[in-house]
């Protein structure tokens, strides 16, 4: 029985603070100024984002699609072979047959 004095006197509390809350004054510009912040704040990003446009993008594959194929055509297989094999034997991967000791 005690609890259920407990409860309702927690209830009354509750209620009776709620009844104490006062009503919040807002600027009647209120709205407006928050929407001019938003739209400014939108503008600002699309000025930083403009030059990714459709059309730059397009352009910067083509430009890597281009360099990837020139570097491809100048790759000569044995100047690669040499490379890797000489990138192995600097870290110890293959043992050379050439050894300076």
Known sequence: ???NTNIQDKINETLNAADAIKA??????????TMQKLFAEKEERHV??????PSFQLAVLVG????????????????????ISDFAE???????DN???
Not at 24 to 33: C, G, L, M, T
Not at 68 to 79: A, L
Not at 90 to 96: C, D, E, K, Q, R
């Open 48 to 53: 930083l984002t403009s030059w990714l446009t």
């Open 90 to 96: 600097t870290y110890g991967l293959i043992i050379s």
């Open 1 to 3: 029985m005690n609890s």
């Open 64 to 83: 890597v699609v281009v360099l990837n194929i020139v570097v491809f055509t100048k790759m000569k297989t044995e100047n690669y072979d040499e490379n």
């Open 99 to 101: 050894s300076i000791l």
């Open 24 to 33: 919040v004054h807002v600027s009647p510009f209120f709205k407006d100024k």
